[in-house]
C-alpha cells in the first residue's frame, strides 16, 4: 500500500517482489519483472562505475541512497529517489536487497524549469544596456546590473548598502 516503489531482489540482483506502486510508476506487471534484474530501468544516466560502487557500498552493510533516471516500459524517463539496504537473516548475513523508491520526476522537472528561468534572468539582467534595478519596499537595492552601476558610479561594494535615497535626491525616504 505505500506509495512508494518497492522492489526486493536476491544478492544478485535478482527481482523477488515488487509492490503495485513499482507497476504504476513503471508500467511493468509484476510477472514480467520477477526473475529479471533491476537493469531493465536503465537509462543509461547512471556510469558503470557508479553501479559498481553501489553495489560494493550494498554488499558490504552499508546503506545507499541516491538519485536514477530510469526508463518506464514504455521508453518514457522518470526520475526517482532510491534508498537501497541489505536484509539480513539470523545470523547477520544478509539474504535480499530492498530498495525503496519514491518518483520525484515532477520535482526534477521543476528544478530544472527554474534553473533555465533564473537563467534568464541573469542573462536578461547581465546584458541589457539599459539601467535595471530591483529595491525592496524600504528602498534597498536587492539586484542591479552593471549597466545601472556604471551608470550612478558605484563599485559592487558600494552597491550592497546602497538606497533609493542614495542616487534618487529628489525624493526624501518617507516620501519613498
Do not use: C
Not at 560502487?53 to 514504455?74: D, V
Not at 530498495?99 to 541573469?122: D, G, M, P
Amino acid at each position: 500500500q505505500s506509495p512508494s516503489s518497492v522492489v526486493i531482489t536476491d544478492t544478485n540482483g535478482t527481482i523477488e517482489y515488487v509492490n503495485p506502486s513499482f507497476s504504476e510508476i513503471t508500467g511493468y506487471l509484476p510477472e514480467e519483472v520477477i526473475g529479471k534484474n533491476p537493469r531493465i530501468l536503465k537509462s543509461g544516466y547512471t556510469s558503470l562505475e557508479e553501479y559498481k560502487e553501489i553495489w560494493k557500498r550494498i554488499l558490504s552493510g552499508e546503506r545507499w541512497k541516491g538519485i536514477f533516471q530510469n526508463k518506464k516500459k514504455n521508453g518514457d524517463l522518470y526520475w526517482e529517489a532510491t534508498s537501497i539496504s541489505g536484509l539480513k537473516n539470523h545470523l547477520g548475513k544478509i539474504t535480499h536487497f530492498i530498495s525503496i523508491k519514491e518518483n520525484i520526476t515532477a520535482q526534477i522537472i521543476a528544478e530544472q524549469k527554474l534553473a533555465e528561468s533564473e537563467e534568464k534572468h541573469r542573462l536578461l539582467m547581465q546584458t541589457s544596456t539599459d539601467l535595471i534595478h530591483i529595491t525592496d519596499i524600504h528602498g534597498n537595492l536587492l539586484d542591479y546590473n552593471s549597466a545601472f552601476l556604471k551608470h550612478l558610479g558605484y563599485t559592487e561594494d558600494e552597491a550592497r548598502n546602497l538606497k533609493v535615497k542614495d542616487w534618487d535626491a529628489q525624493l526624501n525616504e518617507q516620501q519613498l
